[in-house]
């Protein structure tokens, strides 16, 4: 007999489950002392470099909470430096030499991630052998046009308003770049798949800053490449489009079996518009785990409620995790998703 | 004969107008070189709180560009300080006395505005005897939730967490803090409407920061009350819930004629959602301003015809001009703005 498919891959497959399964954007981090400790030793840069340190703060969070997913500890640029991209954490990515003109774009290559990013790859190896079956590994990747945002700003910013002007400026070098990033991260997802990851994400999480226009003219047909790139592969895809509240219908057409849905949105809403032919994660706000237990008991029950009772719902914050959370307000997040669906079936 | 109505307020009332009006959120500002110049020789605050100067850089875009409608150059955070903020500037509001827990909260006194802002009242003075009738004087404030997330925060931040935590944890006093600021704000535009302002706008900037939910249980509430304070006052009320789209429905609750989009929604489905009861405002993403003339003008038409026949629609970007926009660019908008619609008489 066939053993039972983990929680997390049956609600990605919207096959019915035991309980909703949970995991927590960011979950391995800063708000964890176990991490803390770590990072007291390496710098973020090594850490992400360094296949027993990034595979160790891993699984801290399952560890201590019993989480129903793991996310490999890595960041969306890692894969980029290889590209040719001048790469530093300040303590966001600084590029050294942005995008500004279109033949800047030609100096970047799609390189091989075997060669670029091997340490990732042996990261997953090492995680497939010490991780519970209960909590599948997701591989992940940055959306083309979220990569495009930090290589053309250069950094960080509010507005990123010379990503923006160059989609604007110049739609067809913006197009050439979007494509070789949907080529790198086709590349380097699939890399991971072969090392071993059971799920693969891609974060968009600058997907909110373009109107449905544009999304649908430069973010969309780029992320639908990435997937394109996939296939084959016997893995649920998660899209998601941060913030993209306003981008539902043409995000459920990057080709992903979840979307990833912010806390703006209720979930009830985000299903009347995506249908059900994708599961959905998410979507508590990361400030409710501020509140007394109580409330965040409320606001728990209030997502499970807007997910309802059909299948295909994964647990999750609607943003990454603050740094500043108590972990204890987590611990009582992932019981009560467990206690309060449990034998639900859906 | 009475002469026609400009056609700002026009179109804030949804009557018919012979060319759609357009201004430009933050149109005086760093992107114009006679406001810069004028900041040469005095900083930010000081520039607030001296009336020929505020007049003088109100006035400015409205000279060079023909615009529809001027807006009093002033900050959201203006009437606070004499609530007893401890504000300065660096370049954004830094509070340096932020409110952390529920007693801090009974510090704050609601103000008589003409003794803590008679800056502000003698600005708009000036400004009706310069200003040409074509361009009337809209007055602002910042709506409760949004100030609240600075004072609780003490300035900018990326997640405002310290804010949102402070929603979760301590209701009570949030909904204590959000009614006093908007008793504030009521008083405060009741004030510049005394003093000659012919429209009122209520920023909420940090709207969409919250879910349905949570706007729903605290800032609506709020910003209602002080739109609630205005009754009797025969003045557009324009309210605009920044990243709100998926809070229209309550927002157009709020009590303005006018609610302001920004570009994330496209304006057809903004109205399918607020219904015809009220008029629309935007929506340029102020990206578009960075392209070649032919695309900005395909991006000015887009807005246009989002926008459709029906009347009740003013002109404006999705949010605020970028400071290294070119002037030309705004020029161009304006001048299309004009010529592609005369003769609508929508």
Chains 1, 2 share one sequence.
């Not at 190896?125 to 079956?133: A, F, G």
């Not at 110049?170 to 080529?183: I, W």
């Not at 649908?216 to 993209?244: C, H, K, W």
């Not at 997910?307 to 019981?335: K, Q």
Request: some cysteine; overall charge negative; charged content about 25%.
């Amino acid at each position: 007999m066939r053993r039972p498919e983990p929680p997390f891959l049956a609600a990605c497959r919207r096959n019915p489950v035991p309980f909703t399964p949970v995991w927590i954007m960011r979950q391995a981090g800063r708000y964890l002392p176990e991490y803390r400790k770590v990072r007291e030793k390496v710098d973020f840069l090594t850490l992400t470099k360094t296949p027993e340190l990034a595979a160790e703060v891993t699984i801290q969070p399952v560890r201590r909470f019993g989480l129903d997913a793991a996310i490999l500890f890595s960041d969306i640029m890692t894969p980029v430096e290889g590209m040719g991209v001048d790469l530093e954490f300040d303590p966001g990515p600084v590029i050294g030499n942005p995008i500004r003109r279109p033949e800047d774009v030609d100096r970047l290559r799609v390189a091989d991630p075997r060669e670029t990013v091997p340490f990732v790859l042996e990261a997953i190896e090492i995680l497939r052998r010490e991780l519970p079956e209960s909590a599948p590994l997701i591989g992940f990747a940055g959306a083309p046009w979220t990569l495009f945002c930090y290589l053309v700003e250069g950094g960080g910013s509010k507005t990123f308003i010379k990503a923006k002007s160059f989609l604007f400026a110049e739609p067809d070098s913006a197009r050439v770049l979007l494509n070789r990033l949907a080529e790198m991260m086709a590349a380097y997802l699939r890399a991971q798949a072969e090392a071993g990851v059971q799920a693969l994400m891609v974060f968009d999480s600058w997907a909110g800053l373009l109107s449905p226009y544009e999304f649908r003219s430069f973010a969309l047909p780029a992320v639908r490449r990435t997937f394109e790139g996939l296939r084959g592969l016997d893995l649920p895809l998660i899209y998601f489009p941060n913030q993209g509240s306003t981008l539902l219908e043409d995000a459920k057409l990057a080709g992903a079996d979840v979307l990833g849905i912010d806390w703006r949105l209720p979930l009830s809403r985000a299903r009347a518009v995506v249908g059900s032919e994708v599961a959905v994660q998410g979507n508590l706000d990361p400030a409710a785990l501020f509140a007394p237990r109580d409330a965040l008991g409320t606001q728990i029950r209030s997502v499970l409620r807007e997910a309802g009772p059909e299948p295909g719902h994964i647990f999750n914050l609607g943003h990454g995790i603050e740094r500043t959370t108590d972990p204890d307000a987590v611990a009582f997040l992932v019981d009560r998703v467990h206690e309060w669906t449990e034998g639900n079936g859906g």
